[in-house]
C-alpha cells in the first residue's frame, strides 16, 4: 500500500508541473519603406488566396504559407502602374526581418535562402499609366530547406535614372506584398498570441496612451493590430475607440501594442473601462480591465491571466483522471506476495 500511496503522490505531483510551462491557448499591405502605399505611383496586390484561408485577413494581403520540403506554391501578384506616365518597372524579391516589433525589409541587392527559392515569371514589367500586369510567383522549398520560418517580400520599384555627376541622390519607389513562409510537413506551427495585460501612461505633455503587452505564443510570426475602448470613465463619460500600428512579433518574443488617446491632456484620471480587441489572422482576443491614468509617466500594469486558464484546469483533470485509471490498474495487478495473508491459528 505505501507503493501505492507514493505512485499517486508522485503522479499528482508531476501533473500540475508539466502545465505550468504550457501556453494559455494554442488556437486556432504590403511592406515598404515608408508606411501606406504611395499615391499617383505604383502599386502590387495580391491575387491569389488559397481557399481554407479566404477569411483569414493575413493571407487576404501577404504570401502566408506553409510549404514541405521538395515541394512549391504558386501565387500572382498584380502590378499597377499610376504614375501618370509610361513606366519600366523592376520585379524582384528581397528579404526581410522582424526587429523591435517591425517587420523590416533589407536593402536592394541583399538575397537569403528564401529569395533563393523565389522564382518570377518576369522580372521588368513595362506598363502605361494606369495599366496593370500579372507576375506569378513560385516558391520551391529544397528538399535539405531547415524547417523554419523565413521572411521576405516581393517588390516591385521604379528603376533607377541614369547616372548624373551633378545628382547624388536619387529616388526610387517601391513596393511589395510580404513573405511569411514556413518550412515543414502538414499545416505547419500554429500561430497566435496572448495579451499579458494592460498599462496606463502619461508623456512629459500630458499626453494618456495604454501599452497592451503581448505574447508570441504560437510557431509562426504574428501581426497584431486592434483597437482599444475606454468606457465607464468619470461621470459615465466614453471614449472613441481608437487603434494602433501594427505589431509584429517573432516566435516566442513578446511586444507592446500602443494605443494613444488623442487630444488627451486634459483627459480625466479615470477610473475608466479599458478594453482592448486584439487580431492576427485569425488568431483574436480581448482583455478588460479597469484602469487609472498616472500625472505623469507609467502607471499601474493590469495583468492578463492570474490564474490557470480552463485550458490548463482541462489538462489538470485529464492528468488527474488518468493517474486514478493507472492506480485502479495497478490494484487490480498486483502480486499475491503484496497482499495481506491471513494468520493461521494453532
Not at 23 to 50: K, Y
Not at 125 to 135: C, K, R, W, Y
Not at 290 to 305: N, R, S, Y
Request: proline content about 8%.
Amino acid at each position: 500500500m505505501r507503493s501505492l500511496t507514493r505512485l499517486l503522490l508522485a503522479l499528482l505531483l508531476c501533473v500540475p508541473l508539466g502545465m505550468i510551462a504550457m501556453p494559455d491557448q494554442w488556437a486556432h499591405a504590403q511592406p515598404q519603406d515608408g508606411p501606406g502605399e504611395p499615391s499617383g505611383s505604383i502599386r502590387i496586390s495580391l491575387l491569389d488566396i488559397p481557399a481554407d484561408r479566404v477569411d483569414d485577413p493575413r493571407a487576404n494581403s501577404y504570401i502566408v504559407d506553409n510549404i514541405p520540403p521538395g515541394e512549391s506554391i504558386a501565387r500572382r501578384v498584380q502590378v499597377t502602374n499610376d504614375t501618370g506616365a509610361p513606366a519600366t518597372l523592376d520585379v524582384y524579391a528581397g528579404p526581410a526581418e522582424i526587429r523591435d516589433g517591425n517587420f523590416v525589409p533589407t536593402p536592394r541587392g541583399e538575397t537569403s535562402p528564401l529569395t533563393s527559392w523565389v522564382g518570377l515569371s518576369a522580372d521588368e514589367v513595362t506598363l502605361e499609366n494606369g495599366q496593370s500586369a500579372e507576375v506569378l510567383v513560385t516558391i520551391t522549398v529544397p528538399d535539405d530547406a531547415p524547417e523554419v520560418e523565413q521572411y521576405g517580400a516581393i517588390w516591385v520599384s521604379t528603376k533607377p535614372a541614369a547616372a548624373d555627376a551633378e545628382q547624388q541622390i536619387q529616388q526610387v519607389s517601391r513596393v511589395g506584398v510580404r513573405l511569411y513562409v514556413s518550412v515543414g510537413e502538414g499545416n505547419g506551427p500554429p500561430s497566435d498570441f496572448r495579451i499579458d495585460g494592460l498599462t496606463p501612461q502619461r508623456d512629459a505633455e500630458g499626453n494618456a496612451a495604454v501599452a497592451v503587452r503581448v505574447q508570441n505564443v504560437g510557431g509562426r510570426a504574428v501581426d497584431i493590430s486592434g483597437t482599444l475602448a475606454l468606457g465607464d470613465g468619470p461621470g459615465g463619460l466614453t471614449a472613441q475607440a481608437v487603434s494602433a500600428s501594427t505589431l509584429t512579433v517573432s516566435p516566442g518574443d513578446d511586444g507592446e501594442v500602443l494605443f494613444m488617446i488623442p487630444s488627451s491632456a486634459e483627459f480625466p484620471a479615470g477610473p475608466w473601462q479599458a478594453t482592448a480587441d486584439l487580431q492576427s489572422g485569425w488568431s483574436q482576443h480581448s482583455f478588460s480591465s479597469e484602469i487609472t491614468f498616472p500625472d505623469q509617466g507609467v502607471g499601474e500594469t493590469h495583468g492578463g491571466d492570474d490564474g490557470w486558464s480552463p485550458a490548463l484546469w482541462g489538462a489538470l483533470g485529464a492528468g488527474l483522471l488518468a493517474a486514478l485509471l493507472l492506480a485502479l490498474v495497478f490494484l487490480r495487478r498486483r502480486s499475491p506476495e503484496d497482499r495481506v495473508q491471513p494468520v493461521e491459528k494453532h
